[in-house]
């Protein structure tokens, strides 16, 4: 497949979108060349900008290249792939070939177009004009076009693996899970298993063979090891022994796709937190410090709205003395204020609709609701979202007396309690908010102080002004 594809490549006149060197490796330009390819590829509506090494970029001739990338450095002494992953903004993927070429070296770069924002290399962004390499910002009408394009293919579609034989698709996808999961009859013969994977959009036809779909590694990998750059998003789990990330003890990197894995990754970080002794029903019994709805449900965001074109970073949980963060690559889709009441949005549709059939996700969006839901039955403080540009991380506090809890912590889960009842279509009010805090009824002036404070911080607002009484009702501030 490589050699058909440098064949091509040089088969091609002078583009925008390939490159051709045969040594000169200078890591500053490789970046500057990535950035100009991936807006190259963006402006003409192709998926990927290459930059070969090893061949003549006048005549095309096949010399070889002394280029050793993966002993090659950037600035810094850093290994040169992680280095020019670093600079790139945004963080495009890029993977690189080896390929022996009749006896001679030829090193491919492929890096994703980018999709409605210029790529830069080190804050700069470039661009490929004729036979040249120039600075986009010299050329406005061309950066006009790359922010106003708009993705031509999602993740999910494109290919993790190609040219699998049957066997060799059977023996990396999990596929007795995939129907176990959708709940569907497991097919007596081959046909027709890889006939469902087609259907499923888990694999396609493509040749004497089959290409491997991301969605069907991601979700079905029996080892994402299989597939490459996907090692990148498997789900990590990291454990500290206190509250700072100064002292992890143990790191657990997930090995199996995400669909397959995920009831047994929920359940394992559940049997390794501590449990509290509670009396129910007379009876001595252990709860778990979080419930395990919250975990399920932040667990199942992580993945589902994670930006897989983030590259080199994946789903991470890490797990504090007091706290659990749960961190997806990319900025959050929806005002992190909304998430309570917000009709559900993915980047990724085609992996959350399957998610969905497979009851791993909510179809309704109803998720952070239970997830909040349970985590006011513990009567623990309510968690925080925030996003930024690269990333998107809700945090889950273990408990607190009330006393410990600082304002901003009681304003957050005065607001979600008001969400919360607003989305069932009720109101909040301080008898309600007393029994979310575990407020005895004399100390209600607690409870009024917070939604004072609340109402000040302009997360919710009186729902009847006329009423003048004491027993006011409340709602957020968007209804």
């Known amino acids: 497949m490589l050699r058909q594809l440098i064949d091509e490549l040089r088969g091609c006149g002078e583009l925008e979108w390939i490159e051709f060197k045969v040594d000169n490796a200078e890591p500053q330009i490789i970046g500057e060349y990535l ?52 600079l790139l903004s945004p963080r495009v993927d890029f993977r690189i070939f080896d390929y022996d070429y009749d006896g001679k070296s030829v090193v491919l770069f492929r890096v ?48 993790a693996l190609e040219n699998q034989s049957s ?34 959009k888990i694999i396609f036809k493509s040749g004497d063979g089959f290409n491997i779909t991301n969605l ?48 047994g990754l929920v359940n394992w970080i559940c049997d390794q937190l501590p449990t509290n002794e509670i009396i129910k029903d007379a009876l001595r019994v252990d709860r778990t410090l979080y419930p395990k709805v919250a975990i399920r449900e932040f667990v199942a965001n992580a993945i589902i709205h994670q930006n897989f074109s983030v590259t080199g970073s994946g789903p991470m949980i890490e797990i504090f003395k007091n706290r659990i963060e749960f961190t997806n ?96 279509r009720n109101f909040m009010s301080n008898a309600t908010l007393r029994e979310r805090f575990g407020i005895k009824e004399q100390n209600y002036p607690t409870a009024s102080r917070i939604i004072s404070d609340t109402l000040k911080s302009k997360f919710i607002k009186v729902a009847d002004p006329e009423n003048k009484s004491n027993k006011r009702k409340y709602i957020p501030y968007w209804a």
């Not at 090692?231 to 669909?259: H, M, T, W």
């Not at 009567?379 to 506090?397: A, D, K, M, N, Y």
């Open 329 to 424: 690559p990319g900025k959050s889709l929806i005002d992190t204020d909304r998430f309570i009441d917000h009709a559900p949005r993915s980047r990724n549709e085609v992996l959350a609709s399957l998610m969905r059939r497979m009851n791993i996700c909510e179809e309704r969006g109803s998720g952070i609701d239970r997830a909040i839901v349970a985590i006011e039955t513990y009567q623990l403080p309510s968690p925080e979202f925030h996003t930024e540009e690269q990333f998107t991380r809700v945090t889950l506090f273990a408990s607190k007396e009330f006393r410990e809890m600082d304002k901003n912590s009681k304003i957050r889960a005065c607001y979600q309690h008001c969400c919360l009842r607003w989305v069932s």
């Open 112 to 159: 994703d177009a980018t999709i409605n924002t210029p790529v830069n290399f080190s804050r700069t962004a470039y661009i490929r004009v004729g036979e040249t390499k120039q600075l986009l910002a010299n050329y406005p009408e061309k950066e006009r076009k790359i922010w106003s394009k708009k993705k031509l293919s999602s993740f999910e579609s494109g290919i």
């Open 35 to 86: 950035s100009a390819l991936s807006n190259g590829a963006c402006l003409h509506d192709k998926e990927f900008g290459y930059l070969v090494f090893g061949i003549d970029d006048k005549t095309r001739e096949m010399i070889g290249t002394t280029f050793k990338p993966r002993h090659a450095k950037g600035k810094g002494n850093e290994d040169l792939e992680p280095w020019l992953a670093r």
């Open 167 to 200: 066997d060799e698709v059977l023996s990396k996808i999990d596929y007795p899970g995939l129907f176990e999961l959708l709940k569907l009859p497991l097919p007596d013969n081959r046909n027709g298993i890889l006939e469902n994977l087609i259907e499923e």
């Open 216 to 263: 069907g590694a991601i979700l079905f990998a029996k080892n994402i090891s299989y597939f490459g750059s996907l090692n990148r998003k498997c789900v990590r789990v990291i454990f500290y022994k206190d509250d700072s990330r100064l002292n992890a003890f143990k790191e657990q990197p997930g090995k199996i796709g995400y669909a397959v894995g995920f009831e």
